[in-house]
């Protein structure tokens, strides 16, 4: 895929305009080629703010939900994912307007960088020193304008209204003028106007690919860090700016995609027992509704199935997951572990995500899995008095003191999430250096008390949902130089589990400098996984033996 096709904001993907957002409706008239007629005199004419056609005008109910998640995330630290659904509930959308409310709403929290440039050079005042709200409808009017399909009349006079509704009528003067200013240019000629003269390639990409600057700087040398070019970098900035393909997967040996796939899913290209899927609201699927098909990022389900598939030696009855909220992964790995006769153990720290992985699992056989609440750097302790499925119990009782339990551990360490930007739109506003800071120490920690319980030949995963080096290599050395645990050859596995498609050619696995290969392998090698190439979140794994 060309950083071109990827980018592109105006690919035929988006929603087509909806029958609001054509002329009729905004007055202004087409002839029969579809081309505006008086447009210029439309344009031109002033209304004014105490006129009855638009004291009347209300709010379309898409953008106000658009409004509401916005000023949400922006006000109440809420995230878009978890609001927008209650507000499109709240305001009874039907599916069409329910789509443009969510291109609208994550397509101005990902393109915010960049809109927030532009509207600087159209106000007359820092962007800081704006009425919050009055802000928030100027990014919408900008998405409208340069990132979606809709018609310039109908995006100014539809966000107007919202301003007038929701602000006043004096703002809304104001909107309609920046605005206006906004739509004399497209996206393209507005990022050429602004980046004009700018040397720096990071603020460059930062304006053109709407990223902080550190988020660009650290990605660009995450992509070095991992074997890759960085000049690839405008091609994956350019990828988290699209919204993910969904993923399904069939947990093994309870779902089936058949009743997905007479709805539309196709097969995944990527990875055994999984499908993507174009056709909105998976609620429809029974098989979804059940639990028995989940959606699941391709990436996620390849690092699950990676651990499954490492070879082993010996007994592989005892399973761990020691991060497992909101328990994705815990679902296909106590899948997998079922149809083999083992169990899986699913430990989660935080006693809300805890019943969230319960809920997640409630699909496996009862007597195959158990999930604990704890911190998982106590792992070993809060074993001792808990509730356990009996395989791991019985490994408990004869080897909890020797700390040799477990066949199979994942360790999905809590991150920055860096490498999931396109699924959390508003993430890349909110984080900072410093919770990289932060994180690698508790990662680091999580790590080697996975290794404390796992037995002499068992493999632990270490998994992030970021390529950021210090999250991920830095931690793995750092694990690595304290001995008692050595690398395997991830990538070797990790092509195991993946399907012939070409972007597993893109798999040659980073061997990591300084590490000496396990015992019966040739490369000690990781697997990062991006957005760019493998179309799946920027996923990290190491497989580690314990010796
Ligand atoms: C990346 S998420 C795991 C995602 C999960 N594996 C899935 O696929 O659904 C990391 C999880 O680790 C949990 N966590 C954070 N600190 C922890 C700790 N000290 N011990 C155990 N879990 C922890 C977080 O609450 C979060 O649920």
Known sequence: MTAKTVGDARRPGRPAPRPQDRDARDGSRRNAKGRERNRGGDRDRQYSTSAPSQRRRVADPSRLVAFEVLQAVETEDSYANLVLPQRIRHHRLDRRDAAFATELTYGTLRERGTYDAVLA???????????????????????????????????????????????????????????????????????????????????????????????????????????????????????DNLSPLVHLVALPGIGSLREAEENGAERGRLVEGSATYRHGDLGRLESVREGR?????????????????????????????????????????????????????ANEVSEHRSRLVRESLRVL??????????????????????????????????????????????????????????????????????????????????????????????????????PHAAETQNVLLDVLEGGGVELIDTAAVVRSVMLEAPERQELAGLEMPGATPAEGFERATTVQLWPHVHGTDAMFLALLRRV
């Open 293 to 345: 098909v989940r959606a699941q990022d391709a990436g996620s389900q390849i690092v699950a199935r990676a651990l499954a598939a490492a070879p082993l030696e010996g007994a592989d009855e005892a399973w761990l997951d020691l991060c497992a909220g909101p328990g994705g992964k815990a679902a296909l790995l106590g899948a997998l572990a079922a149809r083999r006769k083992a169990s899986l153990v």
């Open 121 to 239: 050079r159209c106000v007359d005042r820092p962007l800081d020193q704006i009425d919050q709200k009055i802000l928030t409808t100027l990014r919408l009017g900008a998405h409208q304008l340069l990132g979606m399909r809709t018609p310039a009349h109908a995006a100014i006079n539809q966000t107007v209204g919202l301003t007038r509704g929701v602000v006043g009528a004096g703002p809304s003067t104001m909107v309609n003028a920046v605005l206006r200013r906004v739509s004399e240019k497209d996206r393209d000629a507005w990022v050429a106007e602004l980046t004009e003269g700018v040397s720096d390639d990071l603020r460059r990409l930062s304006i053109e690919r709407s990223h902080p600057v550190w988020i660009v700087r650290a990605m660009r040398q995450a992509l070095a860090a991992h074997g890759r070019v960085p000049t690839e970098i405008d091609e994956l900035l350019a990828a």
């Open 365 to 466: 056989p009862e007597a195959s899995y158990g999930v604990i609440t704890g911190d998982g750097r106590e792992i070993a302790t809060t074993l001792e008095d808990a509730a356990l499925p009996e395989p791991v119990e019985l490994a408990v009782e004869a080897f909890g003191g020797t700390g040799e339990i477990f066949d199979r551990v994942m360790v999905d360490a809590p991150c920055s999430g860096l490498g999931a930007l396109r699924r959390r739109p508003e993430a890349r506003w909110r984080k900072s250096p410093r919770d990289i800071a932060d994180l690698v120490p508790l990662q680091t920690e999580l790590l080697r008390a996975a290794v404390g319980v796992t037995r002499p030949g068992g493999i632990v995963a270490y998994v992030t949902c970021s």
